[in-house]
Structures are given as structure tokens and as C-alpha cells.
């Protein structure tokens, strides 16, 4: 289990098995999942996801943080940020944020905590975030932390009723510098 990390906005924790209906209001929000690699989901699925990011996270050895994004000083989840193995030293980044919370600087700080974490306690050299074009508050997000845009991949995800492209993003440890 990883204790609380704490931004300046936010706070991240492990997700618990009472978070599917906060998660439902926002993997069941059109207005989050279109930016997604998965369409609105049910409150049914929702919850699913829940006791299954709860069953993954006792794995040993680890193989990814699918922790919960809550305001500070608050506990109800608002937003989910995950780091996921992806080869040595490195792993993939994904975060999303409910709709209402937009545009408040959320998650850039949860995904700053989130990076601190991966860099230093996870030791991790290269971390990677594969945004969709069409979204450019994820990746002025990640911009902002000091990502470097690698390219294009074509076709990445089947979303919506179609293929989407996704742009890749990375940071290296020596390239970090915590905001």
C-alpha cells in the first residue's frame, strides 16, 4: 500500500472499493471519455474497474499505481492517476479528471505527484503519455511538466466507433524537475 502523496492541490491515494460511484460519475461522463481510450462506461463496469485496480494493487511485485486523485484535505475521488510498467525502468502514464473539476490546475498537480513519485520512489527512468489529439489540455499537462512530444502514433486506440491517433509524449528522469 502507498501512503497518501500530497501535492499543493491534491492528494493521491490507493483507490478503495467504495470509489465506484465517484469513478462512475466520471468513466460514465461522454464529456471525459471522449478525450479516453475506452467509451462511457456503466455504473456496473465502473465499479468493476474498482475491485479490479483494488485486487491488482496486492500484487507483488507491483506492476502499476492506479491510485485515486482527491482534492486536498478532501477524501471523495475526483480524478484517477496511473503509472503502469512498461519495460525496464520505464512505464506508462494515464490520468483523467471529472469534468466539473477542468481547468483548476488539478491535474497537473496530481500528475506532478505523481511523476515525483515514479522518479524517486520507483526509480523509473523514462516515463510516457499517449494523448489524443483532439485534447489539448492533456497535453499542455504534460508540456507544462516538461514532456518532450516524440510523435504520432496512427490508429493507437479504437474509441467511440473509431480509430484514434495518439500522441506520445515522454520525460526522463534527469528532465525532471518538480513544479
Not at 28 to 41: A, E, H, L, W
Not at 124 to 133: K, M, Q, S
Not at 137 to 143: L, R
Request: proline share 3%; with cysteine; hydrophobic share 40%.
Amino acid at each position: 500500500m502507498v501512503e497518501p502523496l500530497r501535492g499543493k492541490k491534491t492528494s493521491l491515494r490507493e483507490i478503495a472499493s467504495t470509489d465506484g460511484p465517484a469513478l462512475f460519475r466520471i468513466v460514465g461522463d461522454d464529456r471525459v471519455t471522449k478525450f479516453m481510450s475506452f467509451d462511457s462506461r456503466s455504473r456496473e463496469v465502473a465499479q468493476k474497474s474498482v475491485d479490479d485496480v483494488v485486487e491488482r494493487s496486492k500484487a507483488r511485485p507491483r506492476t502499476e499505481y492506479y491510485l485515486a486523485i482527491t482534492c486536498a484535505g478532501d477524501d471523495e475521488l475526483i480524478g484517477t492517476c496511473r503509472i503502469a510498467y512498461s519495460g525496464m525502468q520505464a512505464a506508462k502514464l494515464g490520468y483523467m479528471v471529472a469534468a466539473d473539476y477542468w481547468g483548476n490546475g488539478y491535474a497537473t498537480d496530481a500528475v506532478s505527484v505523481m511523476l515525483d513519485f515514479a522518479f524517486r520512489e520507483l526509480d523509473l527512468h523514462r516515463v510516457t503519455a499517449a494523448i489524443g489529439p483532439a485534447n489539448p489540455a492533456s497535453q499542455a499537462v504534460v508540456k507544462r511538466l516538461g514532456f518532450s512530444r516524440e510523435g504520432v502514433l496512427r490508429d493507437h486506440v479504437f474509441t467511440n466507433g473509431t480509430w484514434r491517433d495518439s500522441v506520445l509524449f515522454s520525460l526522463l528522469r534527469h528532465e525532471w524537475v518538480k513544479s
